[in-house]
């Protein structure tokens, strides 16, 4: 996968832009609502999202000014640019490709015939309990902005309408994900334990559709 450009905004940055796209934000407010919604589905460290505003002020993508409180830490300001804005617009209206997918889980259990099947099955289940959690914590998430601004097809919010997208992908994500550690856990009752593995075998042949 070839490298971003320099002067090409990351997908961090496009997010924070996207976060500054209503008004002007203090880095710390930017932080908190990374940390409330963005982060369920593009993960960064607080040292990185400070990192990106300060390379997005070099590239010209927002402007920051510095304000002074009295025994108070100082706040610093980030607004989007025109710059910015078209930027975050021409990424908006661009293709997303398939992403390659990199799941530990998925990379375990591919490796995993050295061990007892009912090892492997226990911790599918364990796996998908925590699934099982996120889902729930999404779809309490969901009730509550429900019950404040009315379901996806009523609300006047149209940003939340959006928001509630995104949500809904993560809701079922995780309940798919949790189905499919019952399912695996439950397969593995029939996978018989052997103390030798073929020198090759059709695991070997695992291949892509298109080769």
Not at 127 to 149: D, N, P, S
Request: proline residues 5%.
């Amino acid at each position: 996968m070839s490298k971003p450009h320099p002067r090409t905004p990351t997908t961090l940055q496009y997010a924070l832009l996207g976060l500054l796209g209503r008004r002007s934000l203090t880095g710390y407010e930017i932080l908190k609502r990374f940390t409330r919604s963005v982060v369920f589905f593009w993960n960064a460290r607080q040292s990185q999202v400070y990192a990106a505003l300060d390379r997005m002020e070099q590239l010209g993508l927002v402007t920051s000014r510095v304000v002074v409180q009295q025994q108070r830490p100082n706040r610093r300001h980030y607004t989007m640019t025109a710059a910015g804005r078209a930027a975050l617009r021409g990424w908006l209206e661009g293709e997303t490709p398939a992403q390659p997918v990199k799941d530990e889980m998925l990379l375990r259990v591919f490796f995993s015939d050295p061990l007892p099947a009912r090892q492997v099955a226990a911790s599918l289940l364990r796996h998908g309990k925590a699934h099982e959690r996120v889902r729930a914590e999404f779809e309490a998430i969901r009730t509550a902005l429900e019950e404040r601004y009315g379901p996806i097809g009523s609300t006047a919010d149209r940003p939340l309408a959006f928001r509630y997208l995104v949500l809904e992908q993560g809701i079922r994500f995780e309940r798919m994900y949790a189905d499919w550690c019952r399912w695996a856990a439950g397969a593995l009752e029939r996978v018989r334990d052997r103390a030798h593995t073929p020198e090759r075998t059709g695991a070997d042949l695992i291949v892509s559709a298109a080769e």
